[in-house]
């Protein structure tokens, strides 16, 4: 299956603010888990924040939390992170992808991987 396309990323200073975009065309979107992972220069991948069950539950990881948040339109078959307050660590490449794990909120068995979208937080 083709991977989601994520659209959104930029360059931004520290404090401000970004919205990504992944569009998850063909898939049978309402009945999956979709989520967010970042990968630092360097790094491995991270889990970032999941969503399930038409938005009803997310889950973010500690590191975002009260500053990333989650969300999702079934109809667009869309889902979106939204950045707030981002801080130099929060640079890397963002991806999204689905799940029908039902740990998919811990983030498991997410796959497969696009491109991603970069996101620079620099002065």
């Known amino acids: 299956q083709m991977p989601p396309v994520e659209s959104g990323g930029g360059l931004v200073q520290p404090g401000g603010s970004l919205r990504l975009s992944c569009a998850a065309s063909?898939?049978?979107?309402?009945?999956?888990?979709m989520a967010w992972f970042r990968q630092a220069p360097g790094k491995d991948r991270e889990f970032v924040a999941a969503?399930?069950?038409?938005?009803?539950?997310?889950n973010t990881a500690a590191s975002v939390k009260g500053r990333f948040a989650i969300s999702r339109d079934d109809a667009k078959k869309t889902v979106y992170l939204q950045m707030n307050n981002l801080k130099p660590e929060d640079t890397g490449v963002y991806y999204c992808?689905?799940?029908?794990?039902?740990?998919?909120?811990?983030?498991?068995?997410?796959?497969?991987w696009g491109q991603g979208t970069q996101v620079t937080v620099s002065s």
């Open positions: 969503t399930v069950l038409h938005g009803y539950h997310t």
């Open positions: 992808s689905a799940s029908d794990s039902l740990e998919a909120l811990n983030g498991v068995g997410f796959g497969p």
């Open positions: 063909g898939y049978t979107f309402d009945r999956l888990a």
